[in-house]
C-alpha cells in the first residue's frame, strides 16, 4: 500500500507569491494534518481536517489556508509568501480525526522563500 | 510559548545500552502523548504512543513513562541500536475549548548510537 504522498518534494518562490501544496492520504483515511518544521524545530501543527471540515487550526496567519477534497486529499494554500514561510511542509494522514489517532506523515515539500 | 519541551538536543549512547529521552510539557489539556522518530529527508515516523491514563506502555525495546503529576514523559530505548541513530520527537495532543485538536511537538532530541 502506498504511504502519504506529497507533491511537489521541492519548490522555490519569491516574496509575495502564491504557493500551492498537495497531499494524498494513505487509502482508507479520512483525515488530513499540515505541519510546518522549520529548521533545528519540531513540526508546528497548521491545520487538521476530517470528512472535509476542519477540526484543528493551530496559531498561523490567514495567509495559510486549506481544504480537504471528496476522495480525501488536501491541499494547502499559503498567500503572499514571506522569507519567513521558508521550511519543510509536512502532510500527515490518520483514519480519523480526534486525539488517539496514530498519523502517518508524508516526506514533505520542502519549500524555500526567496 | 513551548508547550512541549525537550532541553536535550542530543545524546550520545553506546550500543547495547539504554537510551534515554526526555520530554517535559506544560498544558494539563494535553490527554495524548506520542514518539516519533525522524530520518533525514523522510517525514517522522511513530514509534509509540500513550494515553494520560496509562503510566506505562511498552512496545518491543521501547517504552514509554508518563508522569503526570511532574508533567513528564520518557522514552527508553533498550537496547539500543545504531539503527536508532535519528531525531526523536514527542508530541502532546489534546481537545480545546471549542471542541477542536491541537498537536504539539518538541524540538527534537539527536540520538546516536555508537557502534
Known amino acids: 500500500d502506498a504511504g502519504v504522498t506529497q507533491s511537489p518534494t521541492h519548490l522555490i518562490k519569491t516574496r509575495g507569491q502564491h504557493v500551492t501544496l498537495r497531499c494524498s492520504p494513505i487509502?482508507?483515511?479520512?483525515?488530513v494534518s499540515w505541519y510546518q518544521q522549520v529548521l533545528g524545530q519540531g513540526p508546528q501543527f497548521i491545520f487538521q481536517?476530517?470528512?472535509?471540515?476542519?477540526?484543528g487550526r493551530g496559531n498561523f496567519p490567514d495567509r495559510f489556508s486549506a481544504r480537504q477534497f471528496p476522495n480525501y486529499s488536501s491541499e494547502l494554500n499559503v498567500n503572499a509568501l514571506l522569507l519567513g514561510d521558508s521550511a519543510l511542509y509536512l502532510c500527515?494522514?490518520?483514519?480519523?480525526?480526534?486525539?488517539?489517532?496514530?498519523?502517518?506523515f508524508g516526506p514533505g515539500t520542502r519549500l524555500t522563500v526567496l | 510559548d513551548q508547550q512541549v519541551k525537550q532541553n536535550s538536543p542530543s545524546l550520545s549512547v553506546q550500543e547495547g545500552r539504554i537510551s534515554i529521552l526526555n520530554c517535559d510539557y506544560t498544558?494539563?489539556?494535553?490527554?495524548?502523548f506520542l514518539w516519533y522518530k525522524k530520518y533525514p529527508a523522510e517525514g517522522p515516523t511513530f514509534l509509540i504512543s500513550?494515553?494520560?491514563?496509562?503510566d506505562k506502555n511498552e512496545d518491543g525495546r521501547f517504552t514509554v513513562f508518563l508522569n503526570k503529576s511532574a508533567k513528564h514523559l520518557s522514552l527508553h530505548i533498550v537496547p539500543s541500536q545504531p539503527g536508532d541513530s535519528a531525531v526523536y520527537f514527542c508530541?502532546?495532543?489534546?481537545?480545546?475549548?471549542?471542541?477542536?485538536?491541537?498537536?504539539?511537538f518538541g524540538t527534537g532530541t539527536r540520538l546516536k548510537v555508537l557502534a
Open positions: 500527515a494522514s490518520s483514519e480519523t480525526s480526534g486525539l488517539y489517532n496514530e498519523q502517518f
Open positions: 508530541a502532546a495532543s489534546g481537545e480545546t475549548a471549542s471542541g477542536t485538536y491541537k498537536y504539539i
Open positions: 500513550i494515553s494520560s491514563i496509562k
Open positions: 498544558n494539563s489539556m494535553f490527554d495524548y
Open positions: 481536517y476530517y470528512e472535509k471540515e476542519e477540526r
Open positions: 487509502s482508507g483515511h479520512k483525515s
